[in-house]
């Protein structure tokens, strides 16, 4: 081989190591930039009852999202039961988007008072549809295991 076939070669590697950090350099950039919010995709901004604004994956239609569904089942929960009502807790573990049913379900546990007498470990759902935005149903379960809806449905 002859000294400038060698030397060919090693600017061609040099030339494809470059490109490769260049591109690796472009695609830690835009990640940082969506990350600080810089730049970013379609809005998902809700505005709930409260006039405040949510954002953030929206997994169902009409930018409904798990926030969204999370803080109009906390305020019906905190109106039917205001009286009785001691602790409420989201569950954001448990809290999910069924995409089958386009449906939020969204997890509580709570602790009730009943005639003066404590009711502890009760955990509640409350389902909200992805595509009108509505509760379709809250259920509450004690730890006598009974099953209600507050609806009375």
Known sequence: MTRNAN????????????????VFVV????VVLFGQGIISGPDKTVSTSEGSS?????????NINIQYAHNICQAEIRRKYKDE???????????RFNEKVRMFR?????????NGVPIRDTWAYCD??????????????????????????
């Open 27 to 30: 695609i830690v950039l835009l």
């Open 7 to 22: 030397k060919s070669k090693g600017s061609d590697t040099v030339r494809a190591i470059a490109v490769i950090a260049g």
């Open 85 to 95: 009502l001691q602790h409420l807790s989201f569950d954001a573990r448990s809290s």
């Open 54 to 62: 949510t954002g953030s994956d929206s997994q169902g239609g009409n």
């Open 128 to 153: 909200v549809s992805a595509v009108t935005g509505k509760i379709e149903e809250i259920r509450l379960k004690s730890e006598s295991n009974r099953l209600f809806n507050m609806f009375g449905n």
């Open 106 to 114: 969204v997890f509580y546990s709570m602790d009730l008072i009943s």
